[in-house]
């Protein structure tokens, strides 16, 4: 296989070792891959997790001299201690790799070989990552439309709600960086157009890294490798690409396949590539699309009493004379958007998210939260069109709640349509 500039004996020996260093620190950081995606070799990826979860559990303890214990955590943040320090271990792992690559590599000549399924390993692991979050926009599971954000004040939002806000507003964005990200991906998958793919992920991927960095978005890390993968795939077209826009130079094309003395291990290897890839994208479409019933927009007529609600009575007791004015607890405003969770709002202004189960069939609503998942409240409901009313036991105590459903459609940013002629600006 030739590689012009990246590859072989064209690069000084430390050029060779950055380029080996990338492939193994990749390498390692993408692994178990594709594992995960069958479910014939899920106690594979899932040993692995498990002895990574040791390894850097016990370098936290002994090395970093952490005094809590370091475990993977399923919250959204790719930014804890247990993941830098993971990604510590990858580096001290990839650099004795390397090391001993490049010794061995000086005394063989399948420098390229390696260098070339490893390429391919990246590609195809990027791919599909470019693939997932295209169509999480797409098909709004990512950033869905902001109900949870219209009782929110600014100085009430943190950064990346803000961010998510944004998002979520517009399906039209959504839409066109999604296409972009899923482009990427898809010309990542054929050899043809994986330049033109590498050159499109490094664009989405940069914006997407000054984002959340701008935002303080917790996938910091996980988006800065995607971009160094991005990167090291287009290593190889470095000089070609350099040469055809800013030395008017003609480029001649590049052979992309090892050189293979054996005739199966070429349609072997597409067939391996084509299931492992196919499997992988429905698994992922999949996924997706059950994200969307869930936490996406799809999830929004799936909701029972889908709706914002204002506080209007907060009783005691039944009650009318005792309403909870000086109680931090009464609430203030409801937000019922996903199924199985509201947002409560309380009148000292804090908000939490709580489990809210519905019976429609019973007119009954458990309600709990993760703090005190023990602790459950039981209330029935009726409603009307316009108003939603609770009856039942709240934190041991017994209470009547009548709720005013707000008309979202009237809320500026949902009511406000786009415009082609605006004589004056609509900035409110």
Not at 92 to 109: D, E, G, L, M
Not at 237 to 246: E, G, H, L
Not at 392 to 407: C, H
Request: with cysteine; hydrophobic share 45%.
């Amino acid at each position: 296989m030739q590689i012009e500039s990246t590859a072989g004996n064209t690069l000084t020996n430390t050029k060779k070792f950055v380029v080996q260093f990338l492939a193994v620190y990749l390498t390692v950081y993408i692994f178990p891959f594709p594992f995960e995606y069958f479910q014939f070799t899920h106690f594979l990826s899932d040993g692995y997790y498990k002895l990574l979860g040791y390894i850097i559990s016990f370098a936290g303890e002994h090395i970093f001299k952490i005094s809590f214990p370091l475990v993977a955590t399923n919250n959204g943040s790719g930014d804890t201690l247990y993941n830098y320090t993971g990604f510590f271990l990858f580096v001290v792992v990839a650099f004795i790799i390397t090391i001993a690559w490049s010794i061995t590599s000086n005394k063989r000549n399948n420098y390229n070989t390696i260098l070339y399924y490893i390429n391919f390993y990246v590609c195809s692991y990027l791919a599909l990552m470019m693939i997932r979050y295209g169509l999480e926009k797409i098909i709004k599971v990512q950033f869905p439309f902001p109900y949870y954000s219209l009782n929110e004040t600014y100085k009430d939002s943190s950064p990346m709600r803000l961010l998510w806000t944004f998002m979520g507003y517009s399906k039209a964005f959504n839409l066109f960086t999604g296409v972009i990200e899923s482009a990427a991906g898809f010309f990542l998958l054929f050899k043809k157009t994986k330049t033109f793919g590498s050159l499109l992920s490094i664009a989405a991927l940069t914006n997407i890294v000054v984002i959340n960095f701008s935002y303080d978005v917790p996938v910091k890390l996980f988006a800065v490798n995607l971009l160094v993968m991005a990167f090291f795939i287009f290593l190889p077209d470095a000089k070609r690409v350099s040469n055809f826009f800013f030395r008017n130079k003609a480029v001649s094309a590049v052979h992309m396949q090892p050189n293979v003395t054996k005739r199966w291990i070429k349609p072997t290897f597409n067939i391996i590539k084509f299931v492992v890839m196919v499997t992988a994208i429905y698994v992922t479409v999949m996924q997706i699309w059950h994200k969307y019933n869930t936490s996406g927009d799809g999830a929004f007529n799936k909701t029972p009493l889908f709706g914002i609600y204002s506080v209007e009575k907060f009783l005691n007791k039944n009650d009318t004379s005792k309403v909870f004015l000086n109680n931090a607890m009464q609430w203030n405003t409801v937000s019922l958007i996903f199924p199985r969770q509201a947002l409560i709002k309380t009148i000292d202004g804090k908000m939490k998210i709580y489990h809210f189960y519905t019976d429609t069939i019973t007119k009954t609503i458990t309600l709990y939260s993760d703090a005190d998942s023990t602790n459950k409240s039981l209330l029935s409901y009726s409603q009307n069109s316009a108003a939603l009313n609770l009856i039942g036991i709240l934190s041991n105590d017994s209470v009547y709640i009548s709720l005013k459903k707000q008309d979202i459609n009237q809320f500026p940013l949902i009511k406000r349509k786009f415009h082609w002629i605006s004589e004056t600006p609509y900035n409110k």
